[in-house]
């Protein structure tokens, strides 16, 4: 069955403190992986995507075969990025599937 | 991008009465799906909806329950019917541009 984890419900750290999301998936095939985040009163949105192999506000994410992790990192977290991140890998169909989502606090 | 419309953005409903939410484009796409998220929760794909063809349901949503239309490449409507308490969740409609998805604000339903 295909399935995408995210072990961490809550995540809190300080400002200034790398802050690291954990996403493991169980899917066939080679599937696109995304990361998506939805801020405090605004609609979901799309952080980033493994095949532009982009940084946005200054998160990257490594996509690991072999461990079939898409771990999101931050080396330094700021205060506006408390939210809730959403991992999910799309099927062949088009499909993304979400993970339960990681609420992150960033505290002064 | 695309970007995406619901109405109503909110709405309190009685048991047992059924609820049309509707989904707005502003440029074509072939790809529409609908998501629900109950309180607490991640997102649940309910259905994917093509146009010119019947919506595609997930496991554990049926048509019966979820009807949708999907009249032209700029619109569809989900339809939650016989309401009861454990359909109070937030609706969202997306669209699939590109291989990126973009998500409309969701329609918050509460049924009491």
């Known amino acids: 069955a295909q399935r995408v984890t995210q072990p961490e419900k809550l995540l809190s750290v300080f400002k200034g403190a790398p802050v690291e999301l954990k996403c493991n998936y169980s899917?066939?095939?080679?599937?696109?992986l995304f990361w998506y985040v939805q801020y405090s009163r605004q609609r979901l949105q799309l952080l980033l995507r493994h095949i532009s192999r982009e940084s946005i506000k200054g998160f990257t994410a490594d996509l690991n075969k072999g461990e079939t992790s898409f771990h999101l990192k931050k080396p330094f977290a700021q205060e506006e990025d408390s939210a809730m991140y959403y991992c999910a890998p799309l099927d062949s169909w088009g499909k993304l599937q979400f993970g339960a989502g990681t609420q992150v606090v960033v505290t002064p | 991008s695309a970007v995406i419309s619901q109405k109503p953005s909110r709405d309190i409903c009685q048991r047992g009465t059924s609820l049309t939410i509707q989904c707005q484009v502003d440029s074509q796409v072939t790809m529409m799906f609908w998501y629900r998220q109950q309180p607490g929760q991640s997102l649940t794909l309910i259905a994917t909806?093509?146009?010119?063809?019947?919506?595609?349901?997930e496991s554990g949503f049926v048509i019966d329950k979820f009807p949708i239309s999907r009249p032209n490449l700029t619109f569809s409507t989900l339809t939650v019917s016989n309401m009861s308490p454990e359909d109070s969740s937030i609706y969202l409609c997306?669209?699939?541009?590109?291989?990126?998805?973009?998500f409309g604000p969701g329609t918050r339903l509460t049924v009491t």
């Open positions: 909806a093509n146009q010119g063809s019947e919506a595609t349901y």
């Open positions: 997306s669209v699939g541009l590109a291989y990126e998805q973009y």
């Open positions: 899917y066939s095939g080679s599937p696109e």
